[in-house]
């Protein structure tokens, strides 16, 4: 069943697991608004629940903008939601502020005991260091890019990392997307680092993921096609690419990464249910021309690839 609000459009989303519910928490701007580019400076993160990923009981909004001044006094974000060794739950999110009209991203969180009362956190937001990523002003784009968190704990370096999107602070302009990478070991003191990929001709690459699926690590983007490389608009016309990686954090070949999943349907996520099973979900960003507002029903990923092998050999062929 598709995920529809009848006053606010959403859009962006992510799911988390407390074990007896599933928590959708999503983007979301009042739909008297009329024209949908509005509702970025408009967002704040909703909140629903369901057992089952069909039925859904609506909460009390997560996040909304803060009271100002603040760097998130604006609007809330994309980001996503982890609990800690301690029980709690976190909530790492894009914001946005007035003082710089919405050009500037940061990214910040929010703690719970249960995901339902969110407390902002006392550390200051990160921000994009100057060092590996552009900065506001110091390239063509329009914007600083450093948002949609996507958080995880790798037991293998014994840190939880936090995937950004963000842009190189070299190279050419058009084409700097980068996946952004920051560290922690306790999901409140972070560090920068440097970027986990080399640009590869896009010029942003937007809610990235990583997971192991079925034996293959994988990374997730979305990417709109005006500023994908290598197909014209008509032949890309999905906005999700996945690319095949060596390990958790890469390295990701992302110059041979492929278009994937459903035309139309845009910030694409892949989780996994509690019996094991990956579903993919997404909204709908170009369904017939138009943006709906609304949230795909999880389909499971046997379905999209019917079958196939999650990178055939027919997507590993990169237009140029």
Not at 49 to 55: A, G
Not at 148 to 160: L, M, R, S
Not at 189 to 198: F, G, M, V, Y
């Amino acid at each position: 069943m598709t995920f529809r609000l009848e006053e606010h459009w959403a859009w962006d989303s992510w799911l988390t697991d407390d074990g007896e519910n599933y928590h959708l928490f999503y983007l979301q701007a009042d739909r008297s608004l009329k024209d949908p580019q509005k509702r970025h400076h408009r967002a704040s993160i909703g909140h629903s629940t369901s057992p089952n990923l069909e039925d859904w009981t609506h909460l009390p909004n997560a996040l909304s903008a803060s009271e100002g001044p603040a760097w998130d006094d604006l609007a809330t974000w994309t980001g996503s939601t982890v609990q800690g060794p301690d029980g709690r739950w976190h909530l790492f999110y894009t914001g946005v502020s007035r003082a710089e009209d919405g050009l500037q991203q940061r990214i910040g969180s929010a703690v719970s005991n249960d995901l339902v009362s969110w407390t902002r956190s006392e550390q200051p937001p990160l921000e994009a260091d100057a060092r590996w990523y552009e900065k506001l002003g110091n390239g063509t784009w329009p914007d600083e890019a450093w948002r949609d968190p996507f958080v995880f704990f790798d037991e293998d370096t014994n840190q939880w990392h936090m995937l950004i999107t963000a842009r190189a602070a070299t190279g050419d302009p058009a084409q700097r997307a980068v996946v952004g990478h920051a560290v922690s070991p306790d999901l409140e003191n972070w560090d920068i680092q440097p970027p986990l990929s080399a640009p590869a001709g896009f010029g942003e690459m937007e809610v990235l993921q990583t997971h192991q699926v079925d034996g293959e690590f994988v990374l997730l983007f979305s990417c709109l096609p005006e500023y994908a490389p290598g197909m014209p608009a008509s032949e890309h016309n999905t906005g999700t690419w996945i690319a095949r990686g060596e390990s958790i954090l890469g390295p990701w070949d992302i110059e041979g990464g492929s278009p994937f999943f459903i035309p139309g349907i845009y910030a694409t996520q892949l989780f996994r249910t509690r019996d094991g099973q990956w579903v993919l979900f997404g909204f709908g960003n170009s369904v017939d021309g138009e943006f709906t507002g609304e949230i795909i029903a999880p389909i499971p990923l046997t379905e999209v690839l019917d079958g196939q092998p999650i990178f055939p050999p027919v997507l590993n062929a990169r237009h140029h």
